[in-house]
Each structure stands twice: as structure tokens, then as C-alpha cells.
């Protein structure tokens, strides 16, 4: 379970929505990461996974696969410097399914609360550059080894239903708090929410946008 979204007036709350499998996640995590370091300590971070795409077992349409690989060079135009290794369209049996991944960050947090940033590094990082499909438990359980998490653990974690409730009650709490799309950001203060302008290249006016809504919610 993510922790509640109901804030007390003197403290605000900064919900992270995103998708392990979102390919502008992936270009948005050097940005995301000069945010966390320049967030004042009384903000708490919340992170919630969104549920691109559900559970299947079908190899993803040609149309699909030519559609998100089109998307990933306009992400390489629009955010210099993101990488992706193509041959994973080649290499893999691609499928639209990003719950396994999701659930397999759910997973790891049940272990270590900090391994949901890791297990989510993990798999962008096998799914856009090292080719390794991410949609598959295989793949999954490898990353967590990898990651130091204990095997049985996670795989256990993996299937169970409680994984499976956490994750829809964290794809309706994504809906709820008003995310609009992978990655978003919210930020909840003295009774109030605002979606964030996201900036993939300049961190500092989404830490703009975040000290102008504590200053007009302490001046109100």
C-alpha cells in the first residue's frame, strides 16, 4: 500500500507517478534525480506506479512496435543525451504488458522501501539498453538478484494477490490525485493540488514551480 494521500495543512506531499516501462520515464530520471536533491526535507516523496498496460500474453502488433519505436527518437530528439538500444525489437518478443513490471517495483519495496527507486532503475535500464525484456517474470527475478533482493521473496511477492491489489489501488490512486499520463507529478499542500509543468532539461523550474506553491499556501 502507498502511504495515504491525505496531507495535514503544514506539510506537503510530492506524488511521483510514473511507469517503469514509460520510455519518457526513462528520459525524465536525470531530471527527476536533480529534483530530489534540490526538495526541501519537509517535502515527502511519494512514489505510485501507473499501469501502462495490462497483463497479456500477445506478442505486441507490428503497428504497436513500430509506433514505440518511433517515440522512442522523438524522445533522443527532444531530450538529448536519452539512450535506447533498438535491438531489443530484434533480440525480444516485445509485449504490451508493463504490470509485470510495475508489480515487480511493488515487490521490491516490500523488501527494502529504497529498492522501488532500484528495481525501477533496474528494468529501465534492461529494457532500453540492454535489451531484456522487462514484461517477462523471468527477466524480473533476474533484475531483483541483481539488485541484492532476497530470490524467493520476490518471487512470491511477485504473483500474489496482494501485489496484484496494491497494484490497482496505486493505478486508481494515480487517477485520483489527477496524473495525467507517465511521468507526472503532483503536489499536495495545505489541502491543495497541482499537477507540475514538467521540464525534462531544466529541474530547476519544476523547483521553481514547487517553492511557488509552498509560498502562496503559507501566505494565504
Same mark, same amino acid.
Given at each position: 500500500?502507498p502511504?495515504?494521500?491525505?496531507?495535514?495543512?503544514?506539510?506537503?506531499?510530492?506524488?511521483?507517478?510514473?511507469?517503469?516501462m514509460?520510455?519518457?520515464?526513462?528520459?525524465?530520471?536525470?531530471?527527476w534525480?536533480?529534483?530530489?536533491?534540490?526538495?526541501?526535507?519537509?517535502?515527502?516523496?511519494?512514489?505510485?506506479?501507473?499501469?501502462?498496460?495490462?497483463?497479456?500474453?500477445?506478442?505486441?502488433a507490428?503497428?504497436?512496435q513500430?509506433?514505440?519505436?518511433?517515440?522512442?527518437?522523438?524522445i533522443?530528439a527532444?531530450?538529448?543525451?536519452?539512450?535506447?538500444?533498438?535491438?531489443f525489437?530484434?533480440?525480444?518478443?516485445?509485449?504490451?504488458?508493463?504490470?509485470?513490471?510495475?508489480?515487480?517495483?511493488?515487490?521490491?519495496?516490500?523488501?527494502?522501501?529504497?529498492?522501488d527507486?532500484?528495481?525501477?532503475?533496474?528494468?529501465?535500464?534492461?529494457?532500453?539498453?540492454?535489451?531484456?525484456?522487462?514484461?517477462?517474470?523471468?527477466?524480473?527475478?533476474?533484475?531483483?538478484?541483481?539488485?541484492?533482493?532476497? %530470490?524467493?521473496?520476490? %518471487?512470491?511477492?511477485?504473483?500474489?494477490a496482494?501485489?496484484?491489489?496494491?497494484?490497482l489501488?496505486?493505478?486508481?490512486?494515480?487517477?485520483?490525485?489527477?496524473?495525467?499520463?507517465?511521468?507526472?507529478l503532483?503536489?499536495?499542500?495545505?489541502?491543495?493540488?497541482?499537477?507540475?509543468?514538467?521540464?525534462?532539461?531544466?529541474?530547476?523550474?519544476?523547483?521553481?514551480?514547487i517553492?511557488?506553491c509552498?509560498?502562496?499556501?503559507?501566505?494565504?
Open positions: 500500500m502511504p495515504s494521500s491525505t496531507a495535514s495543512p503544514s506539510s506537503a506531499t510530492l506524488y511521483y507517478a510514473h511507469d517503469p514509460c520510455s519518457w520515464c526513462w528520459a525524465f530520471n536525470p531530471c534525480q536533480q529534483i530530489l536533491s534540490g526538495l526541501p526535507e519537509s517535502i515527502r516523496v511519494v512514489r505510485l506506479v501507473g499501469g501502462l498496460a495490462a497483463d497479456s500474453s500477445e506478442l505486441m507490428a503497428e504497436m513500430v509506433f514505440l519505436q518511433n517515440t522512442w527518437r522523438q533522443q527532444r531530450v538529448p543525451g536519452t539512450e535506447f538500444n533498438f535491438a525489437w530484434q533480440q525480444c518478443q516485445p509485449r504490451r504488458s508493463t504490470y509485470p513490471a510495475c508489480r515487480a517495483v511493488i515487490a521490491a519495496r516490500q523488501q527494502q522501501q529504497q529498492a527507486a532500484a528495481m525501477t532503475l533496474a528494468i529501465q535500464e534492461a529494457y532500453y539498453l540492454q535489451a531484456r525484456n522487462p514484461s517477462d517474470d523471468t527477466t524480473l527475478v533476474e533484475l531483483a538478484v541483481e539488485i541484492g533482493l532476497d %530470490k524467493e521473496q520476490f %518471487k512470491r511477492d511477485l504473483g500474489s496482494a501485489t496484484q491489489q496494491t497494484l489501488q496505486e493505478i486508481a490512486l494515480c487517477r485520483d490525485i489527477g496524473a495525467r499520463g507517465f511521468p507526472s503532483i503536489l499536495e499542500h495545505g489541502g491543495q493540488r497541482r499537477l507540475l509543468a514538467l521540464d525534462y532539461q531544466q529541474p530547476q523550474r519544476i523547483l521553481s514551480q517553492e511557488t509552498l509560498q502562496v499556501v503559507l501566505s494565504s
